[in-house]
C-alpha cells in the first residue's frame, strides 16, 4: 500500500539547520509531485513547498530563501532542507503525495516533530 | 495569496444530525478546492477534491459543493468517527493555502 515515513525531527535551537526526510513507497514515486506542510502545535495548516515530477519548485512565503526541497528518485525519498530556523517553524512536519492531477494531498505521513528553542 | 475563510469555527451537532461547513475564497478558484479530516494525533485525510469529487473510500454521507468563492462541505447523517476537525485547501494559485479549520464536535 502507498506509504510515506516523515524522519529527522527533533529539537533544534534557533538559526540552526535541520534536514527531514521522507521515504515513499507502494508507488512509482518518481511519477508524482510531492508535498511538505506544517502544523504548529494546536493551530491550522500550512504549506510548505512541492516539488514536481519534472524538478520543478514552489514555496510558501515564509519558507522562500530559508528552506529548499528536494527528492531523490532512486531512494525514493524526499527532502526538506531548513535553514536559519526560528521558533515559529515549530511544527509538526508532513508530506504528502500529489493526488488527482494536483487537485489535494493522498496521503499524508504520519509527520516528524519540529522544535525549535534555545 | 488567497484567504481561505471557514466558518463557523465550531460546530456543535449530535450524531445523526446534518453538518454544514463553509469555505469562502478571498477571490475566484474556480473549483479548485479539497477538503480533508483530521482527527486528534492523525495526519489530515483527503475527503474532497475539486469541489465536488469525493476521494477514494470515503463514504457518501460526505459532499462538497461550490465554485468562485464560496464553498460547502456537508456531512449527511453525522456518524460519531465524523467528529474533527475540517478544513478546506485551495490549489488556483501559488502559494497553497489552507482555511484555519472548523471543529465539528459533540454537542
Known amino acids: 500500500q502507498v506509504q510515506l515515513v516523515e524522519s529527522g525531527g527533533g529539537v533544534v535551537q534557533p538559526g540552526r539547520s535541520l534536514r527531514l526526510s521522507c521515504a515513499a513507497s507502494?508507488?512509482?514515486?518518481?511519477?508524482?509531485?510531492m508535498h511538505w506542510a506544517r502544523q504548529a502545535p494546536g493551530k491550522g495548516l500550512e504549506w510548505v513547498a512541492v516539488m514536481s515530477y519534472d524538478g520543478s519548485k514552489e514555496y510558501g512565503d515564509s519558507m522562500k530563501g530559508r528552506f529548499t526541497i528536494s527528492r531523490d528518485n532512486s531512494k525514493n525519498t524526499l527532502y526538506l532542507q531548513m535553514n536559519s530556523l526560528r521558533v515559529e517553524d515549530t511544527a509538526m512536519y508532513y508530506c504528502?503525495?500529489?493526488?488527482?492531477?494536483?487537485?489535494?494531498?493522498?496521503?499524508w505521513g504520519q509527520g516528524t516533530l519540529v522544535t525549535v528553542s534555545s | 495569496e488567497i484567504v481561505l475563510t471557514q466558518s463557523p469555527a465550531t460546530l456543535s451537532l449530535s450524531p445523526g444530525e446534518r453538518a454544514t461547513l463553509s469555505c469562502r475564497a478571498s477571490q475566484s478558484i474556480s473549483s479548485y478546492l479539497a477538503w480533508y479530516q483530521q482527527k486528534p494525533g492523525q495526519a489530515p485525510r483527503l475527503l474532497i477534491y475539486?469541489?465536488?469529487y469525493r476521494a477514494t473510500g470515503i463514504p457518501a454521507r460526505f459532499s462538497g459543493s461550490g465554485s468562485g468563492t464560496d464553498f460547502t462541505l456537508t456531512i449527511s447523517n453525522l456518524e460519531p468517527e465524523d467528529f474533527a476537525v475540517y478544513f478546506c485547501q485551495q490549489r488556483s494559485n501559488w502559494p497553497l493555502t489552507f482555511g484555519g479549520g472548523t471543529n465539528v464536535e459533540i454537542k
Open positions: 504528502a503525495r500529489d493526488a488527482y492531477g494536483g487537485n489535494g494531498f493522498d496521503p
Open positions: 475539486d469541489a465536488s
Open positions: 507502494g508507488f512509482t514515486f518518481s511519477s508524482y509531485s
